[in-house]
């Protein structure tokens, strides 16, 4: 059995509240970004299998819209940020006011990306930053990369690391939610995916037994 | 008239899965993995194969998925193609992936997954005496293959580039 899979229902519990800790400073930094009241929550965190992984952002061959961190630090590993490509257009109409913006085209306009990534960035490095403060232990995020292609082929490049010890990936669900807005919500998926030896540390730190 | 369903066997990742006429075998969004099929077309049996790591020595634990990584995979497509009554002589191998996805500052060596997955895979093979006809390696967009046993073609699909046949 692999480390991943021996994680207790009260590891995944203080991962969550990582998370929630995390997504609270994320919607902070994105209100005053959009001018508007908006609220994160994490509703689960899950263990699941890589073909799982990709069921979950709608399948293998589905076009995604990623936005990739490696992370730097005492815990290593890699993040990702994933949105459907729709809700990437409507989140980047909102950002940046180009209601024009399409993620069809094959010419995207360069601001729309560019604030893609940037709230990528935002989003990532918040929830970062709240799991570095709370278990003390420094990460630090790399520049953000934002890809759009199918799901299994940006995904996997990121569990290259994590792949060579074990067959499962820690998904941390987050639902971006815009208050004063007919729009639906938002549903994006970060997935935290430490490097194996970095768990340890992880667990650790969060005091919970291993 | 007789009409054959066609079934089209899922191949996931680190996986490999085995299939005959009528039947074809597809695998969808591979990045820095390699998609191999291996076929006897006489016989009409084929096995795909999706690699995501070139060795096994990479492995932290001792009891992994020997379908995840190249060195331990095309042994056992071979093997069990050769059991379901494929000819060795008759085996010929067709390829794609090995993309690179990333491009990032580091001198981690994960970065040439891809290509590292791509010489594995084709090491295998050539220990196996089996040729490559034909293959759609490298470059950093994600693939989806489906290898149609009725014909021996392989289909690739990307989400820009539309589809094309190897």
Redesign the interface.
């Given at each position: 059995m692999?480390f991943i899979e021996s994680l207790s229902e009260y590891q995944l519990d203080a991962l969550k509240e990582v998370g929630n800790i995390g997504s609270g400073n994320a919607a902070t930094a994105l209100s005053s970004l959009l001018n508007r009241k908006v609220d994160m929550k994490v509703p689960a965190v899950r263990i699941v299998g890589?073909?799982e992984m990709?069921d979950l952002v709608g399948?293998?061959?589905t076009?995604i819209v990623s936005v990739?961190l490696?992370i730097e630090g005492q815990a290593p590993g890699n993040m990702f940020f994933v949105l459907a490509p729709d809700e990437a257009e409507s989140f980047v109409q909102e950002m940046t006011g180009i209601k024009s913006f399409s993620m069809q085209e094959?010419n995207m306009d360069e601001i729309g990306l560019s604030a893609l990534q940037e709230c990528g960035n935002i989003l990532a490095g918040s929830y970062l930053s709240a799991l570095s403060d709370f278990i003390q232990i420094l990460l630090q995020p790399?520049v953000p990369?934002l890809?759009?292609?199918?799901?299994?082929?940006?995904?996997?490049?990121g569990?290259?690391?994590l792949?060579?010890?074990?067959?499962y990936a820690i998904i941390i669900e987050t639902i971006i939610n815009e208050q004063d807005s007919d729009s639906a919500p938002i549903k994006g998926h970060f997935f935290l995916l430490p490097d194996?030896e970095s768990f340890s540390k992880i667990f650790e730190r969060l005091g919970v037994p291993e | 008239m007789e009409i054959i369903e066609k079934k089209v066997i899922r191949v996931g990742i680190a996986d490999l899965k085995f299939a005959k006429d009528p039947d074809n075998l597809r695998t969808s969004g591979l990045g820095s993995c390699v998609g191999v099929v291996v076929y006897d077309l006489g016989k009409k049996i084929a096995g795909m194969a999706h690699v995501m790591l070139p060795d096994s020595s990479l492995s932290k634990s001792t009891d992994f998925n020997q379908h995840k990584y190249a060195d331990t995979s095309i042994p056992l497509l071979v093997d069990q193609l050769l059991a379901c009554g494929a000819r060795k002589f008759a085996l010929k191998a067709k390829l794609a992936g090995g993309a690179q996805m990333f491009s990032f500052n580091s001198n981690n060596d994960t970065l040439r997954i891809g290509k590292r997955n791509e010489e594995a895979v084709k090491q295998q093979l050539q220990q196996y005496g089996i040729p490559i006809m034909a293959e759609d390696v490298g470059g950093n967009k994600g693939r989806t293959i489906e290898f149609v046993l009725e014909t021996g073609m392989l289909k690739i699909r990307t989400v820009n580039l539309g589809e094309t046949e190897i």
């Open positions: 692999s890589f073909d990709m399948g293998p061959d076009l990739f490696r094959p790399s990369q890809h759009i292609d199918m799901a299994a082929a940006i995904l996997t490049q569990l290259i690391e792949s060579q010890a074990s067959d194996p | -």
